[in-house]
């Protein structure tokens, strides 16, 4: 785990210090709204459809035992008991007070937590594969990297008033847990012919109006020059981003406006004139940043030991969560845990402060400690030892926490939709519930398999429904909410969108319309095909058929 | 003063949100805040809605309220027409707390 240094802590002090007396002016009346407004978001403070919500950055989705606490905190203190845990691997809560929101700033600076960067058009908190740094599918753990270009981007002068928003996501896997190439930035640890590891840059991706799988701006990028690179491709974006217009405002815009070849000259000729020694970090700083984000002392043990294995074929349960939920650690002996925070009756990614609670002395028990939050509104226990997964499974259906549906049609990517949010159109929460309990035998969920179902409540996709095997559109017309189906989308390293499959639904012909199409699925599908593979397959129109019998 | 005069039809009521807890609100017959939706002030007079923007403007300078604005009222069920405004009268349809507080 990075600790602030110095700089960092003195940062956020004075940054909630101001924030406090921008408060207090704004409650005495010597700020108004209008005045307001741009500092309150400059904190993550929204006002939306009930009240204000409060978005905190969980930088690359890396959260200790006591900051998890600290947000359990906040949720009993001065929210209504629960968080929400965003796609953007952040939290928020959606009921906290004005004169409150100060106070909820220092407690947060308390355990080196903030919610600068995470609204306006400036580089938002970076997500992060939230495996790094425990499966061996990486080359490198890319959090020292993560960390490298937060540091840089922190409330810097000059990509603080950008044309829009701008989000960066690294991996340093070929398999795509960061969704990379629908952000402005992906970034990939890759190595080059000769062995030396640097970076692979793509640009231009983006969901939202208008969705665009991101095109490779870099093929391989030397270690010590990313941030002077990243600094060229801004000022590109900064200089010819378009303004006029906020919704052809992202860099994927100006991509496909200027094209990707005369994007990446742009680019490379603002690179020649930068000084790469004025801005490239040293690599005793690199190595420094590194150092906090060093493997835990892994004991050698063997992997699946009989505790382990014993539990597998002695309880049923038990057996079906590891199955689904347990993934493979780089060390021998130890397992990545993601917990699922989908169960059936409640809102995709919601977690309550008793649960938080619990997580983190999970995490203190099992994981060293730490624990990461996922774009896929999920937590994950990074490193556990194979021999307490049993115990650990005990302890999280005691919360309330062991449902076994990870990345099954269950699993739903949801945003907060019309009950909450001012820019929704539609629900979105009621829908992932119905869905859910239509698909809620487990048995069911297992023999469908791996399925993506996302549902976003407008078109800004906060729920990615551009990338989901089926993505869900949540509109309204006359009072009237329906809902469009997309096929065919991929959140991983083959990144697609989706296609529009017609005129929307109502939620119960929705829900049925997906059944159906799940039912031709299983009908249909070859070997171990999963519903996406099947769909490449065979194509949009059969599914169609079902989907509008 | 606000630029969000009344452009609606039918039956009009004003609403904004609390400054300091952000909830939304609504002006009564008294023209005094509610966050009870039932009692909020719905007219087609326009002097009476002269009278509710005046008092919404002097409240927001004033900090108790933001984002004034009329919304049009439905005359047979006097809720809100818009979709989004009948979210903001009933608050939302599913919410983690209040299972928490059903517990």
Known sequence: MYRYDEFDAQLVADRTRQFRTQVERRLAGRLSEAEFRPLRLMNGLYLQLHAYMLRVAVPYGTLNSEQFRMLAHLAEKYDRGYGHITTRQNMQFNWPKLPDVPDMLDDLASVQMHAIQTSGNCIRNVTCDPYAGATAEEIEDPRPMAELIRQWSTLHPEFTFLPRKFKIAVTASEKDRALIKAHDIGIQIVKNDDGDVGYKIFVGGGLGRTPIIGQVL????????????????????????????????????????????????????????????????????????????????????????????????????????????????????????????????????????????????MADTYSFGEL?????????????????????????????????????????????????????????????????????????????????????????????????????????????????????????????????????????????????????????????????????????????????? | MSTLKHKGKGPQSMTANELRDGYSVWLDENLDWTRDFSAALRTEDLDLIDRMQLKADTDEKANIVVGIYFIDIETESGMPVRYREKFRVNGPSYDTADLLEAK
């Open chain 1, 372 to 549: 990461r939050s996922t774009h896929q509104q999920n937590l994950v226990l990074p490193h556990v030892k194979q021999s307490d997964l049993p115990a650990l499974f005990a302890e999280l259906e005691a919360a309330g926490l062991a449902a076994d549906n990870i990345n099954l049609i269950s699993d739903i990517i949801c945003c907060p939709g019309m009950d909450f949010c001012a820019l929704a159109t539609a629900r979105s929460i009621p829908v992932s519930q119905a869905i859910a309990e239509r698909f809620a035998d487990p048995e069911r969920q297992r023999t469908i398999g791996e399925m993506q179902i996302k549902i976003s409540g407008c078109i800004n996709a906060c729920g990615h429904h551009h990338v989901g095997h089926i993505g869900i559109l949540g509109l309204e017309k006359a009072g009237v909410e329906f809902y469009q189906v997309k096929l065919g989308g991929d959140a991983s390293e083959d990144a697609a969108i989706g296609k529009v499959t017609g005129p929307g639904f109502s939620q119960e012909e929705l829900v049925d319309g997906i059944e159906r199409m799940v039912d031709f699925y299983l009908e249909t599908r070859e070997g171990s095909e999963r519903f996406l593979d099947t769909y490449r397959r065979i194509g949009i129109t059969p599914f169609k058929e079902v989907l509008y019998a």
């Open chain 1, 218 to 361: 870099r093929n391989y990028l030397p270690k010590g020059e990313l941030l002077a690179y990243l600094t060229a491709a801004l000022r590109v974006y900064n200089r010819y981003g378009r303004r006029d217009n906020k919704y052809k405002a992202r860099i994927k815009i100006l991509v496909q406006e200027t094209g990707i070849e005369t994007f990446t000259e742009q680019v490379e000729a603002e690179y020649k004139t930068i000084d790469i020694s004025d801005i490239s970090v040293s690599d005793a700083e690199r190595e420094r940043i590194t150092s906090y984000f060093a493997a835990p002392d892994f004991e050698t043990l063997k992997h699946d030991p009989s505790e382990f294995t014993k539990a597998l074929e002695g309880n049923r349960a038990f057996s079906l969560w590891a199955k689904n939920n347990v993934a493979a650690h780089k060390a021998s002996g130890y397992a990545i845990v993601n917990i699922s925070l989908k169960p059936k009756d409640l809102a995709p990614g919601d977690i309550t402060a008793t649960q938080m609670r619990a997580v983190s002395d």
